[in-house]
């Protein structure tokens, strides 16, 4: 090309309109008049300079080190990507069948499924000494009762009409004709020979005769005696205690009442289990579905209502939580297509959900196989995926989008290598950063709350491969499907090379949104002003609510708030507000011949003390003291110890204490056993355990029992617990042993709410740090992330706040939401903050080209996720109804600081992008072959009017490398070719005056708009190779 001077265009021609005179303008020339050619990378990074060098060394030492560590981090991860993509997409049959295989693989450790529910296993924390003492009560005292209750309520309980209709609920039950042909008889907790039951009945011995000629005189007679003892089980009657709302006269005299209870005991074992069940479930439908016409109202209690009422309440929000899920379908099915019958991506949206799926699969296979517990709060790791998922599916899929003309024009290997390139990093950051965060949130001591963090992890991780892998090999089989033109509906039918879709078919609704307003009008300085406000007034007003944040767990609340169970814990709260928390004190192998002292002043201690009732105080020493007393001078006889209490086997403790002086002392054994055969006595047969039932040398355990008074708050309870703590554990014993206090599972709650505010604070403080140190390594830019780490700090500062709005408590439900917050959080913001540096020109400029790039995709992540529990936000389980008031601030808050607030910053305080420096290697080094480039653009000038006018585009490959693993195949290499097909005279200005300001050449972002030289911003529209207003000679500016 003799007196031919050749010129290099960075970038894309345009004709825009808003430049003046509509002139065609060129990007960045070099118009110095010497042959020089300049790379244009796909997505690359340029090779360095040494005006890029000089302009480092200019900088401080810290910044330039940083842009190095940036450069190397984040073209390591595109090159990856790059090659990752074009290797399913070289081979997507085999990444399916991978992919499905190692997931079925694993799915085998489902057969392995187990919930745990034992409070103890769950909940309470690590390290506790409540294990051992669990173990111990177990061990000595296991749990044998199933307890029903029952509440009665009428205008006057105590009327012979309530008397005599209480007595027909009672004769009903008892008559009850339960499966394998059983009966009460046969699997209630006896008392001699009769059922025990605790009600008002129980002052006539259930006997029917004098029952119904009570009259009011007879039952108010019986109720105001100075001490009320039991007719059938010999033990003294609170009346405090079984009637409610009492009204008395003037002298104390009860005259009425508006509530009494009812309670059943049953047998605990498995033997018995059926029966008990079928014989509760007829309870239940007596009280709530037959009732009595003669009392106003009953609620009911038993020990499988927690479950029933659970279990039905999932059952009814799983069936919406199954149309939120087609809700999401439905949406992912619209935001990912396009208006035409072959760019319809249906079946690409129905992958998507399956591998998220998979990741469930996967997630919970592993960890049943490798043993980690499963507990019920894992069963929301599902929704976690969820919202994880399909926001980085639309992060992939938006970048599919995004590809311009040039790169639609590549073949499917290359176009999903180029995509999954621009995704994958974002995907990465959101990713790790979530693995990290939940990996070290499972060193947390509550053991559901550790493992979860677990689960989370291994979810997150297989979600993140699953997209990468599986997903992604979906959208080659898509993406060949349309280059095929096979319909997207029924793909048997191809469409011919005359079809034209409609004229909007590549109509986005959110894209134009994105361009044509929100990015306009937050780059406004009064609406940036209004934003930072708002802001800061949220996350001020959200701290202040969150300080007020009680931390409270309430069991109850659980509960359907339409059910039955409900209904009868208000009523408890109202007719009986006085019963607190039921404990019991348990000593072991202690002499208690020589601390009937210790054990008398521990009695007196514990009925003076304000968290104690008083009068629910039952200790069978004392009982057995009074009775001794009583007993002075008489004789007594050699007792007769019933075949069923001989029949009862007692283990000995492993260590064994000196018994002290033996004068006495088997004596007074043989007198505690005579007085536990007495009327007097044998209540408290329960409360001891002995080596020998029939020559006793020494008492194994014993218990007593007492109530709180009545605790409205998580820090009352562990106030009483504690201080109830302390004094057992300062009790001295001669010759060894000790006592404690239990309570399951009230204790149990408590012990875990006084670490959960604390382990709360610990899990989001080191998931804060693991965000900004992984945003820090992967965004490479450390005010980008400190950026980013903002916004997520700002995000979950005002859920937590909100959630003091949403009257709710802190307790471990809510904990785990809060840390699985920082996860989403994450999402939002960190895209938006990589995105931002990627891209070129002003501030303004690279935040409208980040919205318009990556602010579809976040705000479809975020509105897919809210979809999906949209129809929770009435929910009867309050479980549920936490999960939507939860997720939905995390949703709003997270799009606020990540669509608003995070672009508003970077558009005034913004980082620079990353370094994209370079001169033409070609001028300086011939031999400087930029390995990374994918292409190069020669423009060549043989005319002296200064006019360009052919173009050409030329591969770039290295020496030992093919022409076909850069591109599929070999560009033409002749003049106005199918890649840049520009003929038309560009003016060109040759001087050197604004040579200096075009030094750096960014790489390809991937989104619809780019910057003009003057720095405006203009449209590049898609078209695609089959396209009808594809040029052909001519290109259309926009």
Known sequence: MDGSRMWSIHGFMSTDKSLPNGNATPLLINGD????????????????????????????????????????????????????????????????????????????????????????????????????????????????????????????????????????????????????????????????????????????????????????????????????????????????????????????????????????????????????????????????????????????????????????????????????FCLVFIYLAFTVSKYSCIEQKVFLAIAGLLSIGMAIVFTYGVGFATGIMFGPIHQITPFMLLGIGVDDMFVIMESIRQLSPQERALCVEERIGLALKHAGVSITVTSITDIVAFAIGGSTVIPSLSTFCVYAAIGVLALYILQATFFVACVTFDERRIDAKRNACCMCVKHDANYKPGKYYNFSIQHEFMRRFWGPFLTKTPVKAGVIIIAVGLSALNIWSFLRLKQDFDPTMYLPSDSYSQKYVKADREYFPDDGVFVQLYCDQINYNENI?????????????????????????????????????????????????????????????????????????????????????????????????????????????????????????????????????????????????????????????????????????????????????????????????????????????????????????????????????????????????????????????????????????????????????????YGFTLFFRIFTSVVIFGLFHGLVFLPVILSIVGPEPYDRRFLSPLDTHPNNINVDMDYELRVTNNRDDKKLNNMEVVPLRPRDVSMLDIFCKEFPRTENGHMCNYSRDIPMDDSDSHANEYIQNPRYSGSYYEQLSTGSLVEIPYLGPDSPDRPTAEPRGT
């Open 597 to 877: 002292d210790t054990l008398r002043d521990m009695y007196d201690t514990l009925k003076t003390m304000k968290t104690v009732q008083s009068s629910t105080v039952d200790f069978w020493l004392a009982s057995f003291l009074e009775w001794q007393s009583s007993q002075a001078g008489k004789v007594m006889v050699n007792p007769q110890i019933p075949d069923v209490m001989l029949n009862m086997t007692y283990k000995a403790m492993d260590f064994q204490y000196s018994p002290g002086p033996k004068a006495g002392t088997t004596d007074l054994l043989l007198q505690l056993l005579y007085f536990l055969t007495t009327d007097n006595g044998r209540v408290y047969w329960r409360f001891l355990r002995f080596d020998n039932m029939t020559k006793p040398t020494k008492i194994l355990a014993s218990a007593l029992t007492f109530r709180h008074i009545k605790c409205t708050s998580a820090i009352c309870n562990i106030q009483a617990m504690d201080e109830m703590i302390d004094m057992v554990d300062n009790l001295k014993f001669n010759g060894g042993g000790q006592c404690f206090v239990y309570s399951n599972p009230q204790y149990m709650f408590n012990e875990t709410n006084k670490v959960l505010k604390l382990e709360l604070y610990r899990n989001l403080l080191l998931a804060a740090v693991c965000v900004f140190v992984v945003t820090l390594i992967l965004i490479a830019n450390l005010w980008t992330s400190v950026l980013v780490f903002l916004c997520v700090v700002f995000t979950v500062i005002d859920v937590a706040g909100t959630m003091q709005f949403w009257d709710i408590s802190i307790d471990t439900a809510s904990s785990v939401l809060l840390i699985l917050c920082v996860g989403l959080a994450v999402d939002y913001s960190a895209h938006v903050g990589h995105t931002f540096m990627t891209h070129i020109g002003s501030k303004n400029e690279r935040t409208m080209k980040t919205l318009v790039h990556i602010g579809p995709a976040v705000f479809s992540g975020g509105f897919s996720t809210f979809l999906a529990f949209l129809l929770l936000f009435n929910s009867i389980s």
């Open 33 to 324: 008049g010497r042959a020089s050619v300049h790379k244009i990378g796909l997505g690359g990074r340029h090779g360095p300079s040494n005006t890029a060098d000089d302009s480092l060394a200019s900088e401080g030492r810290c910044s330039a080190c940083l842009r190095r560590v940036s450069g190397g981090i984040v073209d390591w991860l595109e090159n990856c990507f790059y090659r990752l993509g074009k290797l399913v997409a070289r081979n997507p049959w085999k990444f399916l069948v991978t992919c499905v295989v190692v997931c079925g693989v694993a799915g085998i450790g489902l057969t392995k499924w187990h919930e745990e529910t034992e409070y103890v296993k769950v909940w309470l924390p690590r390290g506790s000494r409540m294990y051992e003492e669990h173990e111990w009560v177990m061990k000595n005292f296991p749990e044998s009762i199933r307890y029903e209750a029952i509440i009665i309520q009428d205008e006057n309980v105590l009327s012979p009409q309530s008397v005599n209709a209480i007595f027909d609920i009672y004769q009903r039950a008892k008559q009850f004709a339960i499966i394998n042909n059983s009966s009460l008889e046969e699997i209630c907790i006896k008392t001699g020979p009769v059922c025990r039951v605790n009600s008002i009945l129980e002052l006539w011995a259930y006997n029917e005769t004098v029952i119904r000629a009570l009259t009011s005189p007879d039952i108010l007679n019986i109720i105001n005696q100075p001490i009320i003892v039991s007719p059938l089980y010999r033990n003294t009657i609170n009346i405090d205690k079984i009637l409610g709302d009492i009204q008395r006269d003037n002298n104390s005299y009860v005259i009425g009442a508006r509530a009494t209870t009812m309670f059943w005991y049953l047998k605990k074992n498995d033997s018995c289990k059926a029966e008990a069940l079928d014989w509760e479930k007829r309870l239940i439908e007596l009280i709530n579905e037959h009732g009595h016409r003669d009392l106003d109202d009953m609620y009911i209690y038993t020990a499988r209502t927690f479950d029933d009422e659970a279990i039905g309440a999932l059952a009814t929000d799983l069936n919406r939580l199954s149309i939120g």
